[in-house]
């Protein structure tokens, strides 16, 4: 079985201070790990994902997350946010690949101008 | 260019009504993905079709849900005798690459319709 756990329901932080979305997983075989958003009334819209290769992923819009497979975690980050990042940000892990993706239950980013 | 299209966006159904939502995805796209998205959750997997094969249905939850992909592009979630628990909003994802695609980097990542937020009374 395979699991995503997004410890915090919303996260708010200022305009032009760095952000932070915390994500671990639970896998039994190699992760491929994703973020995606959600804004309000819009799909979700893929920002980055982690297959291989460098911990550091840089992704859309100045996001990247750092993968640590000690901690199992997948942290999403940006240096510098902005209010229009405000949005639903999901995680998710599909095992090996296998096209069967869980989805985190959501973190709210409330950035305040 | 196109995206994911879904359609109707809203549905209004009676309990014990049949529904079918249809999912229209990106051209060429190998992978189709049905999901619901319950209202502060996240979406839940429900089936994934590589091509016309539906290779997974292990979140469908009732034999009231079933999915098909009869000439591997459009597709329809029927949801017959629906109950107020069917109350979600129905995401459908597809994704150029499938499973068991060789090379690491075809592994593709999914991309969203709008949903159709279907309401049971």
């Known amino acids: 079985a395979q699991s995503v756990a997004q410890p915090e329901d919303q996260v708010n932080v200022a305009e032009g201070n760095p952000l932070t979305v915390k994500c671990t997983y639970s896998?039994?075989?190699?992760?491929?790990l994703f973020w995606y958003v959600q804004y309000p009334n819009r799909g979700l819209q893929f920002l980055l994902k982690?297959?291989?290769?460098?911990?550091l992923v840089k992704g859309s819009y100045g996001f990247e997350a750092e993968f640590n497979k000690s901690q199992t975690s997948f942290h999403l980050k940006k240096p510098s946010a902005l209010v229009s990042d405000s949005a639903l940000y999901f995680c998710a892990v599909d095992s090996g690949g296998y096209q069967k993706v869980t989805f985190g239950t959501g973190t709210k980013l409330q950035v305040i101008p | 260019g196109a995206g994911v299209s879904q359609s109707p966006r809203y549905k209004v159904a009676k309990r014990g009504q049949d529904v079918a939502l249809r999912c229209d995805p990106i051209s060429g796209h190998v992978s189709l993905f049905w999901y619901q998205q319950a209202l502060g959750q996240g979406p839940e997997f429900l089936t994934y079709f590589q091509n016309e094969a539906q290779l997974d249905k292990s979140g469908l939850p009732s034999d009231r849900f079933f999915a098909e992909r009869p000439e591997g592009s459009v597709s329809t979630l029927k949801i017959q005798r629906t109950q107020q628990e069917d109350s979600a909003v129905y995401l459908c994802?597809?994704?150029?690459?499938?499973?068991?695609?060789?090379?690491?980097?075809?592994?593709?990542?999914?991309?969203f319709g709008p949903g159709t937020r279907l309401t049971v009374l």
């Open positions: 982690y297959i291989t290769g460098d911990n």
């Open positions: 896998v039994s075989g190699n992760p491929y």
């Open positions: 994802a597809s994704s150029r690459g499938g499973r068991g695609t060789s090379g690491i980097s075809s592994y593709n990542e999914q991309f």
